[in-house]
């Protein structure tokens, strides 16, 4: 049986130039042509941190519209392959995503709510050396560390995101859809017909 960690969602960064350096195609093969297993395992076929997962290349310190689309029909060919276990659906009261978090950096994986509008999960693989540069997300980031960020959609409640961690490495996001406000519920307040 595996145990469940709940992680905190941060609201509030201080690094406002994080992710500023775009992850290219071309570097992206040459940083996993050098053949690091670490980097295999973190950025390679089927991870969530993959900027190949969705079929063709998507840096994924860009904000993507995951609930936008079907888990089935993007990632079709690697789950027939057997090459990912991410997943996302959503039902009438949440949105859900499932992933494993590679190797073993599931110790600092961080979820944080930028202005409401994206979800980050995020975490270091490797310490920054650079005395002077203070945060790695700030330079070239996958040299150090690892992203996925997606957008919320506009009925997310983005204050009640949960997230949990297994023993297992498998990080699952449960984000609640908000409600009706209290003028659908009561009908309109306005008193005309």
Not at 40 to 61: A, N, Q, T
Not at 121 to 145: A, F, P, S
Request: hydrophobic fraction near 35%; glycine fraction near 8%.
């Amino acid at each position: 049986m595996s145990s469940l960690r709940q992680l905190s969602i941060k609201t509030e960064d201080h690094a406002p130039q994080k992710w500023s350096v775009s992850l290219k195609e071309d570097v992206f093969k040459r940083f996993i042509s050098q053949g690091s297993p670490f980097v295999v395992r973190i950025f390679g076929e089927g991870s969530l941190f993959s900027p190949l997962l969705f079929g063709k290349f998507f840096d994924p310190s860009d904000a993507f519209p995951l609930w936008e689309f079907e888990s089935g029909i993007l990632l079709l060919s690697l789950r027939s392959s057997g090459k990912t276990s991410v997943d996302w659906f959503q039902s009438d009261h949440e949105y859900v995503l499932k992933a494993e978090i590679p190797g073993a950096w599931e110790n600092n994986v961080q979820v944080y709510v930028d202005n409401g509008k994206v979800v980050e999960i995020t975490g270091q693989w490797r310490q920054h050396r650079e005395l002077n540069v203070k945060d790695w997300r700030c330079g070239n980031w996958w040299e150090y560390g690892y992203v996925r960020r997606l957008e919320l959609p506009e009925d997310a409640d983005w204050k009640n995101i949960e997230a949990r961690l297994n023993s297992e490495k498998n990080i699952e996001l449960r984000i609640p859809k908000k409600g009706p406000s209290c003028e659908e519920k009561n009908g309109s307040s306005n008193g005309s017909d």
